[in-house]
């Protein structure tokens, strides 16, 4: 069965300016990559959303924010300057460099995105939905930070628990950042799974995601962040998975699994220390697809982060192959230094955090005893 692609052309407009690490034209270089390397046909359909409503928004942001947000970004991409509070709302990195685009408008749209992947996979249309431009982690209910302004993995937990009753839902974060806003929405919800792959918080941004934060209240033990030493790559991947990952998705047997991250954990990505090679992140798809048999096929993915523009359309490519099953073979966009043709140095690392997250989460999981 063929996946959903969900795209429109004004995702380029999610861009805070010349010189800044995100960049709009990501979406436009990716669908071209796309295009030409696989039709659509029986692979995929490509299909456009419309913005979220206000009232969406207000499922997951406090309308003080969400006035700031839309009022701030408006203004700058006329040219003008705003009286608000930038830094009681926004993080310094979400700061414009020079003249962004329809930043605000562009986040709506992913997150009415969202929205509509939850329906059409709800609704039985499609088993599995791509987002692209998804997966805005960072963001929190009153602060954006982290190139995130609303937070559509957190919106998708919530509207798939308030609109279709689900109780058993698993996000899965494999950004090489922690995500630290959709931990926090769900922390104490027994509900959601949170599990984050991520780079170690000690070495990358944000900061948090550490073993020993595992949720709180009636959500402890639902939160499983793994955090990976520097340069872990394919074999390093493979291991938490198996491990852990794969287990505990048994074990909890979600009705529907999101997943969220593009391209970051790649070894030459420019704002992170990760070691995946291309083909690793189409064993992420794969390892998905493998997963999503306890809870009939379904499963969303929500794709944006990625910061050398020259590697994240195979990144994607093979996230999206993967995890449509599809036969294609995407090859890595220049040979890989020798350090990364083996996981040697940062395995030894991995299997050292694999025993301390199931030491966590030992008295929680059978499945880690």
């Not at 705003?82 to 830094?87: D, E, L, P, R, V």
């Not at 700061?95 to 969202?114: D, K, N, S, T």
């Not at 805005?136 to 190139?147: K, V």
């Not at 793994?226 to 048994?250: H, M």
Request: net charge negative; aromatic share 12%; charged share 20%.
């Amino acid at each position: 069965m063929a996946i959903a692609i969900l795209s429109h052309q004004e995702l380029r407009e999610y861009h805070f300016g010349s010189g800044h690490p995100f960049h709009g034209d990501r979406f436009d270089i990716f669908l071209q990559f796309l295009k030409k390397r696989l039709p659509e046909d029986d692979n995929y359909h490509l299909l456009k959303a419309d913005w979220a409503t206000e009232e969406d928004l207000l499922l997951i942001c406090q309308k003080e924010y969400i006035d700031f947000t839309k009022s701030y970004y408006y203004a700058a991409n006329l040219g003008l300057s705003y009286a608000g509070q930038f830094s009681r709302f926004q993080s310094g990195d979400n700061l414009p460099f020079g003249r962004p685009g329809r930043v605000e408008e562009a986040a709506r749209l992913i997150v009415g995105q969202a929205k509509a992947a939850c329906h059409l996979v709800q609704g039985g249309e499609f088993k599995k939905v791509v987002s692209l431009g998804g997966g805005l982690h960072h963001a929190r209910p009153a602060y954006g930070e982290g190139f995130c302004l609303y937070n559509d993995v957190a919106f998708s937990g919530l509207y798939l628990m308030q609109e279709y009753g689900l109780e058993r839902i698993l996000i899965l974060d494999t950004d090489a950042h922690a995500g630290n806003g959709t931990s926090e929405y769900f922390y104490e919800e027994p509900r959601v799974l949170f599990i984050d792959l991520h780079q170690d918080p000690m070495t990358l941004y944000p900061g948090t995601g550490f073993v020993d934060q595992i949720g709180s209240g009636r959500g402890r033990g639902f939160t499983i962040n793994i955090p990976l030493p520097p340069y872990a790559g394919y074999d390093s991947y493979k291991l938490v998975f198996e491990s852990i990952v794969e287990p505990v998705t048994r074990e909890f047997s979600p009705q529907i699994i999101i997943r969220n991250g593009g391209s970051d954990p790649h070894f030459a990505d420019q704002l992170t220390n990760l070691g995946l090679p291309v083909k690793g992140f189409r064993m992420i798809g794969e390892k998905v697809r493998e997963m999503a048999k306890v809870c009939d096929g379904k499963a969303m993915d929500l794709i944006a982060s990625g910061y050398n523009q020259e590697v994240l359309p195979y990144g994607w490519l093979a996230l999206i192959a993967g995890l449509g099953g599809i036969d294609l073979e995407v090859e890595e966009p220049e040979p890989a230094p020798q350090r990364f043709n083996t996981d040697a140095s940062s395995l030894a690392g991995t299997e050292r955090v694999v025993e301390a997250v199931k030491n966590q989460l030992k008295d929680y999981w059978s499945c880690l005893s």
